[in-house]
């Protein structure tokens, strides 16, 4: 074999050990801080241009969605019932709580089952929604695994990792 065939055969092999470490050092970079979240823009949101936004035909009209609001059947408080931090109560937020391991999360679960942005529970209309954020190891919901938002009944179980809690009044 020639020198020079050597020489590419060497740095052709050094080229694929540096992508490997790069795809390496990538992978544990968004396991350990997530992808960015994009911001979903509204259907309905005004032009940017400050100009009036198309008149949609009365087929086509979006159905008006009262904002989110508590009542008093809905759930204020969120109890652990099992895991590492149980007993705990935090009190819920107006709209929305975040799960997962991330310390950006408005509820930190801190387990190899958990990822970094796994759940987020929602206030929709008067009731609690639970939506996973397409995690490694799912979200249950009464021991079913939730696929789709969902909404939550106070007392049911919801399990992520290996923490359990439960919505109350």
Sequence with gaps: MSELTLL????????LLWGFVFFVIYSLRSDLF???????????????????????????EPVARAEP????????????????????????PPEQLTIGRSSESGLVIRDDYTSTHHARLMLWDENWVIQD???????????TRVSLPTAVLPGTPVTI???TFELRR
């Design 161 to 163: 990792g290996t923490t």
């Design 133 to 143: 954020l397409d995690s490694t190891n799912g979200t249950f919901l009464d021991g």
């Design 34 to 60: 997530g992808q960015r979240a994009r911001r979903m823009v509204a259907a309905s949101a005004p032009a940017l241009d400050g100009g009036a936004p198309p008149a949609a035909s009365p087929a086509t």
């Design 69 to 92: 609001h508590a009542t008093a059947e809905t759930p204020t408080r969120l109890v652990i019932t099992s895991g590492p931090r149980e007993g705990m109560e935090i009190d819920l």
């Design 8 to 15: 590419v055969l060497q740095l052709a092999f050094l080229l």
